[in-house]
C-alpha cells in the first residue's frame, strides 16, 4: 500500500519529469531490490572471510553411544581365541580454539578434552580420559600459502561489489530512461496519428463539397478516403503500442496498478560535451569491470602457483600437552602426563605419468588464454565507450537539425494544404508533405531520446555524472544497517 501511495504522490501529477521516474526507479523496482540484495550478500560473505581471521571456539560432543556387539578376544587360561559378548557406552566433550596464521599459512589450537567409557559384560569396566590442556599448530611445507591468496582475492571481490551495486544502479537509471522515451515516442505517435485523423477527415470533407462543383474527380475522393481509413488504422494500432509501452514502464518500476501520467518532454543541455579521454579514465577508475578482470587474472595466477608447488606436498604438525586416564573423573585430573607430537609428512610422486606435469601446463595456458581475453574484453569496452562519447557529443547537434526539419516541415505542409484548398497542388503531393510533418515530428522526439539515452548509457560506464561534474556515489551503509 504504501508503495502504491508512494507512486500515485509522485506519478500522478500535472507534468512528471525524467529525474523524478529514475528516483523512483532506484528505489522500488525490482531490479534495484535485487541489487541490493546482491550486495548485502557480498557484504556478508566479506564480514564471514574477516571473522575467519578471528579465534574461531567451538564445542564437540558426543553425549552418549551405545554399542552392544561380538568381538573376538584371546583367553590366556586355554591359550585360545573365543568370541564374547560385549556392551560399550561412550561418552565424550570437548572445546577448541582455532586461530589462523596469515602470515605462514598455518593454524594455531589450543583444545581440552574429556572421554568416558563403561563396558558391561563378563569384564566390567569404567574409564575417564582426560586432556586438561593441549597447544598445537599445524601447516603446509614447501607449499603456497592459500591464507594470503584467500585474503587479497575477498578485498577485491568487495571492492567490486561496492562498485557494482553503484553500477547497477545507474543501469536501471539507463533503463528508465529508455522505457521513459519509449513511452515518450508512443505517445507521440498517437498524438500524430490524432492528428492526421482529423486532418483526412476535414481534407476528406473538403474534397467533397469541392467534388459538388466538379473540381475534385472521383478517384481523388477515392484516394482522400482511403488515406481516412488508413489514418484511423494506424491510430487504433499505435494506440495499442502505447498501452505497451507504458505497461513496460509500469512493471519496470514494479507499479500493478493501472494508472495515466503526463510526462514533461527534458530538454538537454547545449553546452554539455564530454572528452574522450576523461570519460575512459573515470571508466577504468570506477566501473566495476576493471575489478572482475583484476579477479578473473588472479584466479589464474592462484591456479599456477598452486600447481606450480604441489610436486612434493609436506605438512608440519607440533603439539604439546598433558594426558591422564583415571576409574573416576577427578583422579583423571589428577597429575596429568605430558603428551607431546612432532609430525613432519612428506609426499612426492614417483611416477604419474606426467599427469602433474601436463597439470601444470594447462594451468598456465589458462592464465595465458585469461591475459589475452582480459586484454580484449578491455578493448572491447573502451572502444565502444569512446564511440557513445563521440555519439553523444553529436546528439545536439543532431537535435538542432530535427527541429529545424520540424519547422520546414510544418511550413511545408502549410502551403502545400493551402494550396490544396484552392486547387493549386493534388492529392499526392498533400499526402507526401504530410507524412514528411509526421516523420519530422517524431524525429524531433527521436533525436531528444538518443541524447538522454546515450548520456546516461555513459553515466553507467563512468559513474560520473557530467552535468553536475562529480562522481556518483551512493551510501551504501543504508543497506546493511
Sequence with gaps: MHQVVWAQSTLLKDSISIEEVIRYAKKQSIDSQIATNAYIMDYWNYLNHKKAHYPMVTLTS????YVQKIIKRYDSQNNLEVYKPQRTIYSSIGLAVKQRVNATGGDLFLETNLDYMRNYGSERLQQFSAVPIRIGYSQELLGF?????????????FDKAKKQITSELERISAETVRLFFDYLAASEQVKIAFENCKKCDSTYSFALERMKIGAMTQTEILTLKLNLVDAQKEHRLLTISQEEAKKN???????????????KLPLPQK???????????????????YEDMEMKKMDAELSVNRNKRTN???TLSLSLGFNQTADNFWDAYHRPLRQDLVSIS??????????????????????????LAIEQEKENFEESLYFLVEKFNESYRQIELASEALNISRITFESTYERFRIGKTN???LKISQDRMMSARLNYINAISSYWNTLYEIRSLTLYDFMESSHIEIDVEQYIR
Excluded: C
Aim: charged residues 25%; without cysteine; positive net charge.
Design 427 to 429: 492529392v499526392e503531393l
Design 271 to 289: 553546452t554539455l560535451l564530454i572528452s574522450p579521454e576523461k570519460a575512459l579514465y573515470l571508466a577504468r577508475m570506477n566501473h566495476p569491470l
Design 145 to 157: 600459502n592459500p591464507y594470503k591468496w584467500e585474503k587479497k582475492i575477498e578485498k577485491k571481490k
Design 346 to 371: 612428506l609426499n612426492m610422486p614417483i611416477f604419474d605419468w606426467g599427469i602433474r606435469k601436463r597439470t601444470k601446463a594447462i594451468a598456465k595456458k589458462n592464465l595465458e588464454s585469461t591475459l
Design 312 to 314: 612434493i606436498s609436506s
Design 249 to 263: 514502464l509500469l512493471n519496470f518500476l514494479n507499479i500493478h496498478e493501472e494508472m495515466n501520467f503526463n510526462f
Design 62 to 65: 558426543n553425549p552418549i553411544q
